[in-house]
């Protein structure tokens, strides 16, 4: 987040932000609208990891992760720790895109097919859950994307921010 607020200074770049994230991404722009309400318009949650989706995956899936990036695993279990006590973005626009090819789980972690269907369905459930905590969420699914959405279908991506926009000069 503080990334984020130094490129935002540097650049005066003047508020109100429609702040988009994508995977982890999404950790760093809800910490950024907790700490910065009423600089922040709206956001766009773009196939974006949910701080409880750890605990919901299959051990294998878990275990695999570890080995293949031990690092990024624990940093994002941290990430996941820092958004569990955000608060303050009730009533917040949010439109949240989730993916409609499941290809985030790589081959090489060798799930079982009802091991990846489960990890599936918990990230599908995961997004609903995030845009369940807005009052003003909209969830769309990125049929034609695997999770890199922003490179496969980024006029999804734009059409949510202008659509955040919108409501904001709407009368």
Same mark, same amino acid.
Do not use: N
């Given at each position: 987040?503080?990334?984020?607020?130094?490129?935002l200074?540097?650049?005066a770049?003047p +508020? +109100?932000?429609?702040? !988009?994230?994508?995977?982890?991404?999404? $950790?760093?722009?809800?910490?950024?609208?907790?700490? $910065?309400?009423a600089?922040?318009?709206?956001?766009v949650?773009? @196939?974006?990891?949910?701080?409880? *989706?750890?605990?919901?995956? &299959? @051990?294998?899936?878990?275990?695999?992760?570890?080995?293949?990036? +031990?690092?990024d695993?624990?940093?994002?279990? $941290?990430?996941?720790?820092?958004?569990?006590? *955000?608060?303050?973005?009730?009533? *917040? &626009? !949010?439109?949240?895109?989730? $993916?409609?090819?499941? @290809?985030?789980?790589p081959?090489?972690?060798?799930?079982?097919?009802?091991?990846?269907?489960?990890?599936?369905?918990?990230?599908?459930?995961?997004?609903?859950?995030?845009?369940?905590?807005?009052?003003?969420?909209?969830?769309?699914?990125?049929?034609?994307?695997?999770?890199?959405?922003?490179?496969?279908? +980024?006029?999804?991506?734009?059409?949510?921010? !202008?659509?955040?926009?919108?409501?904001?000069?709407? &009368?």
């Amino acid at each position: 987040m503080a990334d984020l607020e130094a490129w935002l200074s540097a650049a005066a770049v003047p +508020p +109100p932000y429609v702040l !988009v994230g994508h995977s982890l991404g999404g $950790h760093v722009v809800r910490a950024f609208a907790a700490a $910065h309400r009423a600089d922040v318009a709206g956001l766009v949650l773009v @196939d974006v990891r949910h701080e409880e *989706l750890y605990a919901k995956l &299959p @051990d294998t899936f878990l275990a695999r992760l570890a080995e293949w990036s +031990p690092r990024d695993t624990e940093q994002a279990c $941290h990430a996941d720790e820092l958004v569990r006590g *955000l608060g303050g973005l009730k009533g *917040l &626009p !949010v439109s949240v895109i989730t $993916h409609g090819r499941a @290809d985030w789980i790589p081959d090489e972690f060798g799930l079982s097919p009802e091991d990846r269907d489960r990890a599936e369905h918990e990230w599908q459930r995961s997004q609903l859950d995030l845009a369940a905590r807005f009052g003003q969420s909209t969830v769309h699914v990125a049929r034609d994307s695997g999770h890199v959405i922003p490179v496969e279908q +980024p006029e999804m991506v734009v059409r949510e921010v !202008v659509s955040i926009l919108g409501r904001r000069t709407a &009368p």
